[in-house]
């Protein structure tokens, strides 16, 4: 089991940054690829940004491309997610996510994420 923490969401001004964290339970963190997902009320979860498990690829959603910025640090168990040039349309609960299987790729699809964190709102103003 890997248990998943994030922080850092809140209320901002649209044009304005946040930086979630997610911190993970378990060492074996380094060998999962990780992944931010969204759910904005009434809409599906969607896909936000991808890292692999060795940190080489990184994917991110249209939407968010050139805006948002996943890394993650290993000696410390933790990912990130930096979002800049925020808009109202990026308010929604944001889910930490990880792989099960040790070396997997890199998803897009919320089903490929077998572990989840408990959610942090992020709310932009307008």
């Known amino acids: 089991q890997v248990q998943l923490v994030e922080s850092g969401g809140g209320l901002v001004q649209a044009g304005g940054s946040l930086r979630l964290s997610c911190a993970a339970s378990?060492?074996?963190?380094?060998?999962?690829?990780m992944g931010w997902l969204r759910q904005a009320p009434g809409k599906e979860r969607e896909f936000v940004a991808g890292?692999?498990?060795?940190?080489?690829?990184?994917i991110y959603a249209d939407s968010v491309k050139g805006r948002f910025t996943i890394s993650r640090d290993n000696a410390k168990n933790t990912v990130y997610l930096q979002m800049n040039s925020l808009i109202p349309e990026d308010t929604a609960v944001y889910y930490c996510?990880?792989?099960?299987?040790?070396?997997?790729?890199?998803?897009?699809?919320?089903?490929?994420?077998?572990?989840w964190g408990q959610g942090t709102q992020v709310t932009v103003s307008s």
């Open positions: 996510a990880s792989t099960g299987r040790a070396y997997s790729m890199v998803m897009r699809t919320p089903d490929a994420y077998d572990y």
């Open positions: 890292m692999s498990w060795n940190g080489l690829t990184t």
């Open positions: 378990r060492r074996t963190f380094t060998s999962n690829s």
